[in-house]
C-alpha cells in the first residue's frame, strides 16, 4: 500500500472578518496540492488549492457566516492523488458590527450610548481615548461619565466573539456645555423684561425657551430683552447653552413685568406742614410704594390716598408713586407739589404820616411773593419777595384814620393773614387850638384813645370829641400828645398866654424916660412888650422893670403893656397913662448926659467883673418860676480867646461860671421822688427829678401800677424832649427801666458808664449777656449782636412783648472809658462815640427820645447830653453857647454836668472840634488846667 502524504504543520489564522477568514500554513515538500475542507451551515465543503505561490500557503475562505465558529482540515494530496491524514482546527469568523450606534443623551459630563442588539457575541467592547470598556452582550446602551463639559469625544463600540472583534462602530458625541450662570431679570418694565448673565465660554450660541417659543441668541451676548409681555404678570424662562446642537440642562428664572402705573396722581389738600396725595386704584398689586427726599413709605393696596406730616412750610417738594408686585415696581409717577407757606411772623408799622403807613415784615425766601390787603380800599398790592427786610409804603390815606391790613404770603398757595391795625398821624398843625391863659382846647378830626398833656393824662377821647386840658400854668410851654393805644398820633408844643399884666408908671430920668413896673406875673413870662406912643420896648419879663426913653418931663403918655411868653401873648392888653417927671425940664439935657455916662459906666463894668448878672436865659423849659441869666452864644471865630479868658487866673472864669449853677433850680417841687414808697427806687437821695418833668410810667399792658421812675425829660437842640437823663438801673428798677424804653418807644440808649467801678457797682447789667435772651416784666430782651471796640461797645437788643408779641429793636452805645466824676484821656474818641450816637438818632431815632444813664444820670449824662446838642448849635449857627445850655439842663433836672472838670472838658471838647488838631491827652482832671494855660499862654 502506498504511504500517505505527510500533513501541513501549524496552520495560523491570519485574519478574520464577517465573512473571511484567511489561513497560512508552510508548504509540505514536495507537496502541490492542498484541500481544505470546513462545514458552512450543515454543508460540506472543498476547495482545492493547486500549486500555491512562495514557500507558505495563504488562503481566504469567503462566504462564510459571521460569528460562526468553523472546523477547517487541510490535506495535502500528492501526486499520486493521496490525501494525508490532515491537519484540524477551528477559526471562528468576526461577528456583525452594530446597527444604529448613537448619543442618546449629554449631559455636561457624560454621554449615553445606544445600539441595536446583536445576536450570538459574548461581548460589547467601547474604545474611547485608548480606553477599552467591556459590555455585556445582554445591554444595548451605557453612559460615559466623568467627562468634561462642551468636548466633543470620538468613540468605537465592537462586538466580540471567540476573541474575535468586529470591525467596530465610530460615534462622535459631545458634552453638553456649561449652563449659564446668575441669570437674573435685571429690568423690569410693564411690557418687558430683560435678562442678564454671566458669558459662557466655547459655545456656539444661547437658546432662550418662552412660552414655547425659542429664540437663538448669539453667544457674545450676555442679556435680552423680551417685550410685549402683559403688565404685572409672572412669567418662566430658561436659558440654555448650546454647543454642536447639543444644549445645557437649562437655567431656569421665573420674573414678572413691572405693574401699570398709578394714574392722575394729585395733591389734593395742603397745609404749611403736610400735603395730602391722591391717585387712581391701580389692581393686582400687592402696594404702593411713596418716595421723597430719599424716604420710602409703603401703603397698602387697598388705599388711593396719603398724607405726608412733618413738611416745612413753604416749601416745593417732588413724591414719585410707586406700585409694586413681587418686589417689582413701576415706573413711578412724579408729582411737584408745594407746602402752604408760612404766615408772616410780624408786621410793623414803621413810619406813619399824614397820608401814608409804611409796613415792615421779614422773609426768609426768595421764592415767595407777598400780597398786601388794603381792607378799607377793598385794595390787594403785590409785594415782591426780596430777601430780609420787606417795605411797602401804602399813600393816599386820610390823616387820623384806623386801616387795617393783611399780609398774605404766596407761594403756589396763599398763608393764613397776619392782620395789622394801625393809623394815620393826626395832623397837628391844622387842628384849630383854642387857648387861653390856663387851658388848651380844640376838636380833633382822627382817631385817638388818650390825651397826654406833658404828664399829665386826660380821659380817653374818641374821634371828633374836644381835647380839653384846664388850670395850666399861664404861659408855660406844654407838649400835646394824642395817641392811639401807645401809637403817637400827635406831639405838638403849643404855649397858653401869659396872665394879664398889672403895671404902673414911676418918674425917671428927671421925665424924659419912662420907667413902667409891672407885677410879678402868675406863671411864666420871657418878655414884657411896652408900647409907648407907638414905640415897641422888650424888657425880661423877669426883672419887672424897663425904662422907655426920649420923652418930654411934665407930660402925659399912654402906655400898653402886654406879656410874652415865647411868641404866646397875653390874652388881654394892660393900658394906662404915664406922668413924666417935671424936674427934669430945667436941666434935662446935662442930666441925661451925665446919667447916660454913668449907666455906661456901670453896665461895662458889671459885663467885665459880673457878666451873669447881666445874662439872662429867656428860654422857657418847664415849670420853673426862676429865670437866672445865662450867657449868650459864642461864635465861634471867638470861642478860643473866650476859652483863653476863662483860663486866666488859675481858670477863674471857669470856677465863677460852674458855681453860679449851684442856684440854678433849686426851689422846684420834687414830691413824688420822695415819697416813701419812691425813695428805694433814687440810686442817691440827692439826684432827684423835678415834680413837672420827670418820666412817668403808665399801667397799660404792664403789672406793675407804681409811674414813678428816676428819669427826666431833657431839652435838646430842636425841641425840650429829645433825651431822658436817668440813673443807672438798681437790681429792683431794672423792669422799670425797661418798661420806659418801650413806653416812650425809645430806639437808643447811651450808656457812659461801667457797671462796677472801682470795686463797687455803679449801674445793674440789664441786658442779657452773649446772644441770649431774659425776661424783665412783661419784655423779653434779646442781644442780637454786639461789637467790642477799644473804647466802647455797641449792641443791639431785640425787645419783644409777651403779652401783644410786638417786637422792636433798641441800639445800645455803651462807652467804656469814663471814670465816675472824671473825664474821659483825651476828646477825640469822646467825639468820635458822640458821632456814632448821633448818626442813629438821626437816621433810626425818630420823634422818640434818646435815653442816656451814667450811674446817678446828671454827671457824665449831662455832659455827653450838652456835647450832642453844642456840636450840633455850632454845626448850624457857627457859635456855640455852652453856659446857657448847661444852665438850661439844669432847670430840668439837678446837677446836670456834675463837676467843673466836665464843664472845663466841654470846653476843651469844642475848642479840639474846632481846631482839628491833634489829640489832647488828659491824665486827670487838672491836666485840664494845665492844658487851658497852655492856651492862653499861645493867645
Not at 477559526?91 to 442618546?104: C, E, F, G, M, S
Not at 394824642?482 to 397858653?496: A, F, I, M
Not at 448850624?876 to 438850661?888: C, D, K, L
Request: hydrophobic share 35%; aromatic share 10%; charged share 20%.
Amino acid at each position: 500500500m502506498w504511504p500517505s502524504p505527510a500533513d501541513v504543520g501549524a496552520v495560523t489564522v491570519v485574519s478574520q472578518t464577517e465573512t473571511s477568514i484567511t489561513l497560512t500554513w508552510d508548504k509540505v515538500d514536495g507537496i502541490a496540492t492542498y484541500d481544505l475542507f470546513y462545514n458552512d451551515d450543515g454543508t460540506n465543503k472543498t476547495e482545492r488549492i493547486d500549486r500555491p505561490n512562495g514557500d507558505q500557503v495563504q488562503y481566504v475562505v469567503s462566504d462564510l457566516t459571521a460569528g460562526t465558529l468553523y472546523t477547517f482540515t487541510v490535506f495535502t494530496v500528492d501526486s499520486e492523488g493521496l490525501r494525508s491524514n490532515g491537519r484540524t482546527f477551528t477559526a471562528p469568523t468576526a461577528p456583525r458590527n452594530i446597527q444604529n450606534l448613537k448619543a442618546v443623551s449629554q449631559s455636561e459630563t457624560s454621554i449615553t450610548l445606544q445600539w441595536a442588539t446583536v445576536d450570538g457575541i459574548d461581548h460589547y467592547i467601547l474604545v474611547s481615548d485608548g480606553r477599552e470598556t467591556t459590555i455585556d452582550a445582554s445591554e444595548v446602551s451605557h453612559t460615559i461619565s466623568s467627562l468634561t463639559s462642551g468636548t466633543e469625544y470620538s468613540f468605537t463600540l465592537f462586538t466580540q466573539f471567540r476573541n474575535v472583534r468586529s470591525s467596530g462602530a465610530i460615534l462622535t458625541a459631545v458634552t453638553a456645555p456649561r449652563n449659564v450662570q446668575k441669570v437674573m431679570a435685571v429690568r423690569q418694565t410693564e411690557t418687558s423684561i430683560t435678562l442678564q448673565w454671566e458669558k459662557v465660554d466655547r459655545i456656539d450660541r444661547y437658546i432662550l425657551v418662552f412660552d414655547e417659543n425659542e429664540t437663538i441668541i448669539d453667544a457674545s451676548e450676555v442679556s435680552h430683552t423680551v417685550s410685549n409681555l402683559m403688565s404685572g404678570t409672572e412669567f418662566s424662562f430658561t436659558l440654555f447653552t448650546e454647543f454642536k446642537n447639543v444644549r445645557s440642562s437649562g437655567a431656569i428664572l421665573t420674573a414678572v413685568t413691572a405693574p401699570r402705573n398709578v394714574q392722575t396722581v394729585t395733591d389734593v389738600s395742603q397745609t404749611e406742614t403736610s400735603i395730602t396725595l391722591q391717585w387712581d386704584k391701580v389692581d393686582g398689586v400687592d402696594r404702593y410704594i411713596l418716595v421723597s427726599d430719599g424716604n420710602e413709605t409703603p401703603i397698602d393696596a387697598s388705599e388711593v390716598s396719603h398724607t405726608i406730616p412733618d413738611l416745612d412750610s413753604g416749601t416745593e417738594y417732588s413724591f414719585t408713586v410707586f406700585t409694586e408686585f413681587s418686589n417689582v415696581r413701576s415706573s413711578g409717577v412724579i408729582l411737584t407739589a408745594v407746602t402752604v407757606p408760612p404766615m408772616v411772623e410780624s408786621v410793623t408799622a414803621v413810619e406813619r404820616t399824614l397820608t401814608s403807613i409804611t409796613l415792615q415784615w421779614r422773609n426768609t425766601n426768595t421764592a415767595w411773593t407777598y400780597q398786601l390787603e388794603i381792607e378799607h380800599r377793598n385794595e390787594t398790592v403785590d409785594v415782591g419777595g426780596s430777601l430780609g427786610d420787606v417795605r411797602e409804603t401804602v399813600r393816599d390815606l386820610k390823616p387820623g384814620t384806623k386801616y387795617t391790613f393783611r399780609v398774605i404770603t404766596v407761594f403756589e398757595h396763599k398763608s393764613k393773614p397776619y392782620e395789622v391795625v394801625t393809623l394815620t398821624v393826626i395832623d397837628c398843625q391844622s387842628i384849630n387850638w383854642q387857648i387861653t391863659s390856663t387851658s388848651i382846647q380844640a376838636a380833633v378830626d382822627g382817631e385817638f384813645t388818650k390825651a397826654t398833656l406833658q404828664n399829665e393824662t386826660g380821659s380817653p377821647l374818641s374821634v371828633r370829641q374836644s381835647v380839653s386840658f384846664t388850670g395850666l400854668y399861664p404861659g408855660g410851654t406844654y407838649k400835646i400828645v394824642l395817641e392811639y393805644e401807645r401809637l403817637l398820633q400827635c406831639d405838638h408844643n403849643l404855649t397858653v398866654s401869659p396872665s394879664d399884666p398889672v403895671g404902673r408908671c414911676e418918674y425917671e430920668a428927671s421925665g424924659y424916660s419912662i420907667g413902667v413896673v409891672w407885677d410879678e406875673p402868675l406863671g411864666v413870662c420871657t418878655q414884657a412888650e411896652v408900647n409907648v406912643s407907638g414905640s415897641k420896648n422888650l424888657f425880661d419879663c423877669g426883672e419887672r422893670y424897663g425904662v422907655v426913653g426920649g420923652f418930654q418931663p411934665a407930660r402925659t403918655y399912654q402906655v400898653s403893656l402886654v406879656l410874652l411868653s415865647g411868641d404866646a401873648r397875653s390874652q388881654n392888653t394892660f393900658v394906662f397913662d404915664c406922668h413924666t417927671d417935671p424936674r427934669g425940664v430945667i436941666a434935662g439935657s446935662v442930666m441925661a448926659v451925665l446919667i447916660f455916662i454913668i449907666l455906661v459906666c456901670v453896665a461895662l463894668f458889671i459885663f467885665i467883673k459880673r457878666p451873669d448878672i447881666i445874662r439872662r436865659n429867656k428860654t422857657f423849659t418847664g415849670r420853673s418860676k426862676r429865670s437866672t441869666a445865662t450867657t449868650k452864644a459864642i461864635p465861634a471865630s471867638k470861642f478860643q480867646n473866650h476859652f483863653s479868658t476863662l483860663s486866666l487866673d488859675n481858670n477863674k472864669g471857669f470856677r465863677q461860671e460852674y458855681d453860679h449853677f449851684s442856684l440854678v433850680s433849686a426851689d422846684q417841687p420834687q414830691k413824688v421822688a420822695t415819697q416813701p414808697e419812691n425813695k428805694v427806687r433814687n440810686r442817691f437821695s440827692d439826684v432827684l427829678p423835678y415834680d413837672w418833668n420827670r418820666v412817668k410810667l403808665t399801667s397799660s399792658g404792664f403789672t406793675e401800677s407804681s409811674d414813678y421812675i428816676n428819669a427826666s425829660y431833657m431839652p435838646g437842640y430842636r425841641n425840650n424832649r429829645e433825651y431822658i437823663a436817668t440813673q443807672g438801673p438798681l437790681p429792683a428798677t431794672v423792669d422799670d427801666f425797661w418798661r420806659m424804653i418801650w413806653e416812650q418807644q425809645v430806639k437808643g440808649i447811651v450808656m457812659v458808664t461801667n457797671c462796677t467801678e472801682l470795686g463797687q457797682t455803679t449801674c445793674e447789667q440789664y441786658w442779657p449777656s452773649g446772644r441770649q435772651s431774659r425776661l424783665f416784666g412783661e419784655l423779653s430782651v434779646t442781644t442780637i449782636s454786639e461789637q467790642q471796640e477799644p473804647n466802647w461797645t455797641l449792641r443791639t437788643f431785640s425787645v419783644k412783648h409777651r403779652n401783644t408779641s410786638e417786637e422792636r429793636t433798641v441800639k445800645h452805645f455803651h462807652f467804656t472809658a469814663w471814670p465816675n466824676r472824671g473825664v474821659p484821656q483825651g476828646t477825640d474818641v469822646l467825639i468820635q462815640f458822640r458821632g456814632l450816637m448821633r448818626q442813629h438818632i438821626e437816621r433810626d431815632g425818630g420823634r422818640a427820645p434818646t435815653v442816656v444813664h451814667c450811674s446817678d444820670g446828671v454827671g457824665r449824662t449831662g455832659t455827653i447830653i450838652a456835647l450832642d446838642v453844642l456840636l450840633q448849635q455850632l454845626e448850624n449857627e457857627q457859635a456855640v453857647g455852652i453856659n446857657a445850655f448847661v444852665h438850661r439842663m439844669r432847670l430840668n433836672r439837678p446837677s446836670m454836668v456834675q463837676t467843673e472838670s466836665q464843664y472845663v472838658f466841654l470846653h476843651q471838647c469844642i475848642a479840639d472840634s474846632l481846631k482839628r488838631t491833634e489829640d489832647h491827652i488828659y491824665e486827670n482832671d487838672d491836666m485840664i488846667y494845665v492844658n487851658a494855660a497852655e492856651l492862653r499862654e499861645l493867645h
